[in-house]
């Protein structure tokens, strides 16, 4: 089953890394944020990984994942300068072929073969812009898949970037001259679509609202006519407050219930935006995914969450890290997760599995072991095949297991 996000990265993405340098000298004076805090990994094997029923698979012979990055995008951390390699993924729903991946300072790569080969697809209007910055979201419109939305983090001109023809030429929507922008920030992390609504997207921020002294925490912004005009959802008094940054947002089961993964903690409403509820007081990670039985499974600092209601309350499961989870997908019987850092970890981490009909139960997938796990992960429910894009370790695809994959004992 398709997540409600196409993707998000749905970019940081999202937190416990130290704020990666921009392409200035200035890299000190940043913010931090989630998707770029440098963490050391814990190890996986802990009594908490047992309570959390992670269970340690024999390695079995089962489908592999396989390398299908861009062969001409580079992954060395200095061409280009501040080099992460790969970030945002996004599938076409009505050609599930056709992918998009998104890259630190080299642009939007697209490919109608399922990865066997790649071509840049930014070549038309203003699609030189997008070169100077990291592409950490890509959102495409599931109604009207040639409309596309990507966030440029820190590139020339950040904003939202739309095309409505596949990738090759691109409108800004979020000018910085613009006055809801003024108002808020070009700073843009996070663009999401409605899977119930053409035109109906939802935007989060890298970084606070305004300037000092009068910057404030930041809050959404919504458009319900495809980024033509916003509507402004200010941040609210019990949130974290100014310096917070990198928050996510997702839909969940209808066009007014969100969930807002935040630094403090996640966040829900059921009306729009009007009132909010705190679900979780865990630092939000980024990803999320309805499983074939209903429930929610979305990335968060050091686990997985859960949900069986709906997103009004979560529960951690999956294996305990030192870091965070950025991406979750499930191919309508199993579920797979990855660990994963802006930064390469040490030791390589693998690819976790459970079953879609359960997830409480995790299992190291195979003896693959990758130097990074997934900023963006998607699923080809035609195809049967899972995509991952793991920053400098490249991006991948795995073809789904026929059949529900066991979970060893304990």
């Not at 050609?95 to 991946?101: A, G, P, S």
């Not at 935006?273 to 979780?280: A, E």
């Not at 990803?287 to 997985?304: C, E």
Request: charged share 15%.
């Amino acid at each position: 089953m398709l997540s409600p996000r196409t993707t998000c990265v749905g970019a940081l993405v999202v937190t416990l890394l130290l704020l990666l340098p921009e392409r200035t000298a200035n890299a000190d004076a940043e913010l931090t944020t989630i998707r770029d805090r440098q963490v050391t990994m814990v190890p996986q094997a802990t009594a908490a990984n047992l309570d959390l029923g992670v269970q340690r698979a024999a390695v079995v012979s089962r489908p592999r994942w396989v390398k299908i990055s861009p062969p001409l995008v580079s992954t060395n951390p200095n061409k280009p300068a501040n080099n992460y390699g790969f970030q945002a993924l996004a599938i076409d729903p009505e050609h599930t072929k056709t992918l998009y991946v998104g890259t630190c300072y080299q642009g939007l790569w697209k490919t109608r073969d399922g990865g066997h080969t790649w071509f840049k697809v930014n070549t038309g209007l203003n699609g030189a812009l997008l070169d100077t910055g990291r592409l950490w979201s890509i959102a495409i419109d599931p109604f009207h898949p040639q409309t596309l939305y990507v966030a440029n983090g820190y590139g020339d001109e950040q904003g939202v970037w739309k095309s409505t023809d596949g990738g090759v030429d691109w409108q800004q929507m979020l000018p910085e001259t613009a006055a809801v922008a003024r108002e808020t920030s070009s700073d843009v992390l996070e663009i999401v679509t409605d899977p119930y609504r053409s035109g109906h997207i939802l935007v989060a921020f890298h970084s606070i609202w305004g300037t000092y002294p009068h910057a404030k925490d930041a809050g959404i912004l919504e458009s319900k006519d495809a980024g033509n005009s916003w509507i402004i959802h200010q941040p609210r008094r019990n949130w974290s407050g100014v310096g917070e940054v990198s928050h996510y947002i997702s839909f969940l089961n209808s066009s007014s219930t969100w969930l807002f993964e935040r630094v403090d903690g996640f966040w829900r409403t059921a009306d729009g935006g009007k009132s909010w509820i705190k679900v979780s007081p865990v630092m939000g990670g980024a990803g999320i995914y309805r499983s074939t039985n209903g429930a929610w499974y979305v990335g968060a600092s050091h686990s997985l969450l859960r949900s069986t209601d709906n997103g009004r309350s979560w529960t951690a499961v999956g294996p305990q890290i030192g870091s965070l989870y950025l991406a979750v997908v499930g191919d309508g019987k199993n579920l797979y997760t990855q660990p994963s850092q802006t930064f390469d970890i040490t030791p390589p981490t693998h690819y976790y599995y459970s079953l879609e009909s359960s997830g409480t139960q995790w299992a190291q997938y195979n003896d693959q072991a990758f130097s990074n796990g997934p900023m963006s992960m998607a699923y080809d429910p035609i195809n049967h095949i899972v995509y991952s894009s793991n920053w400098r370790a490249g991006v991948w695809k795995l073809r789904a297991p026929a059949s529900p994959l066991p979970i060893p004992a304990p």
